[in-house]
């Protein structure tokens, strides 16, 4: 059997190791940032329903342009959106490996405000980009002032910015994005993408990107249904931008890339938004919960619009994640020195992280 050193890899990816966080079956599993939420019966019978409906086509490909979905997705943003300006994929990944596809490439080049979202770099190599990691301000923050400076400088094609910022919650002003636009305008000509995988815990959806995207052809928002619709499993993410960036992405996408399953899975749960979201104040709740129950503890979280908390002052990061494991409790070393990272569960979940870190500190 050849190892993977013995075939004739891309010299780029050579050394290289897949992104993965640990799937372990504990009883509280709060590293990836999912929805720990079931989603509700009632939707999971139209889910189902639709699903029987679908499999008595199943012989034929599925829409090509999935149209019903992009107008459910439209109706759900809002802010007087058309289907012909959004775009969905197979999880917001996908969505972000097409913009790479369209807009980057070789002698292109990306930049990114770390520590961010592991998969910008991992994206940008897979497409032949170059990527920038630029460091982030004290606390993780960015001022506008700061997000124009890193652009002129670099002069990137592709400016990437994470809205709340993943793996830190840190929430992005508008004027941030704001900054961001008029400086990649001036300096390339390139776009700006605010992934906004977490947006709907931010607390106000006037402060979405796509509150400012009317006039500006060249920024792209992008979302999940992975987060606070609860539907990570099903892979749906989507992207609301001009229609002839939409038009861009049609020429790099495979052919009938999203199933007939995920289509009518997507457009089940987008009929019941209002149910399938109804969770999302019970886990910001958890999350501030943390948030104080951590400074109690003299630890230092830091701010958040997401649905987790990363939190300083800890002394051995690996050490306190292997004592928390040992309890059934998994939570996410993101590699940032003397910090962990933990999701907002369910209350009983959210206990038995702060019951166990409490044992794990006293120790």
Known sequence: MARLEDLPLRSDLRGRTPYGAPQLHVPVALNVNENTHRIPEEVAVEIIERLAGAVLDINRYPDREFMELRQALASYLGFGLTPEQIWAANGSNEVLQHIFQAFGGPGRSSLGFGPTYSMYALIAQGTGTEYTDFPREARYELTPEYVRSAILENKPNIVMLCSPNNPTGTPLDLACIEAAYDAITEATGGIVVVDEAYAEFGGSTAISAISILEGRERLLISRTMSKAFAFAGARVGYLAADSAVVDALRLVRLPYHLSAFTQVAAEAALAH???????????????????????????????????????????????????????????????????????????????????????????
């Open 273 to 363: 938004s209002a149910t399938m979201l109804a969770t999302v104040d019970d886990i910001c709740y958890q999350r501030d919960r943390i948030v104080v129950e951590l400074k109690e503890l003299g630890l230092d979280p830091f701010r958040s619009d997401a649905n987790f908390v990363l939190f300083g002052g800890v002394s051995d990061s690996q050490s306190i994640f292997e004592k928390l494991l040992e309890r059934g409790v998994l939570i996410r070393n993101v590699g940032i020195p003397g910090t962990l990272r933990v999701s907002a569960g369910t209350e009983a979940e959210t206990t038995a992280f702060l019951s166990a870190l409490r044992e794990v500190l006293a120790n």
